[in-house]
């Protein structure tokens, strides 16, 4: 660059254009890196992991948590039993539930569920499923139910109460399920061990 050029500001031009090359690279990259997922929250990857379960677990005005026996259609005892709606949950046997309307005991359970599902992109994945616990969501007249397997780290969500079919979500997280336990514990009901 010749000194003449030089002191016209020449450079300027030439600086400034790289600048702004730069700041659109940096731009898009993170426009790019949000599309693909790579800059959500925890929170997001756990609301896009269980779908509509999510917002609706935010949203219930009435939550029924439930100990259970982890074998399905099995008693305490080990025996065969039928799966009576009023005896079980999703085919396993209740031995109590409690009924959650006070909204910071509300807020202790949703955080339980929903801290508890996985954020990374792989998650170990058991193939056992001894659920221990459920939560019964109610919310302008529907009702969605979460099985949960503390142990094997998943959860089954279902669109009702007498649904069949069922998501499922794996768990990263498992030490909330002391807060559920401690839920039951302080109200009396039995619960199966391990937590």
Known sequence: M?????????????VAGLAAVVILA??????ALSYFGLLRSDDEIRDTAMGDYAPFLR???????????????RDPDGN??????QKTFHGYYIY??????DPNRMDQVRTAVHQSVATERNP????CFNPRHGVRAYWNGEVRD?????????????????A???????????NFAKVLNDMLDANGIKRSLPQ
């Open 146 to 162: 979460y099985l949960i397997c503390f142990q094997c780290a998943s959860m089954e969500m279902f669109p009702a109460a007498a």
């Open 80 to 85: 065969r039993i039928d799966p009576d709606p």
């Open 26 to 31: 940096i731009v898009l990259s993170g426009v």
């Open 124 to 127: 170990p994945m058991m193939h």
């Open 2 to 14: 010749t000194e003449e050029n030089a002191k016209k500001g020449f450079g300027w031009p030439l």
């Open 164 to 174: 069949e079919k069922s998501e499922r979500v794996y768990f990263g997280a498992q």
């Open 59 to 73: 949203q219930a005005d009435k939550l029924e948590l439930y100990s259970l026996v982890p074998s399905p259609h």
């Open 96 to 101: 109590g539930k409690i009924e959650i309307t």
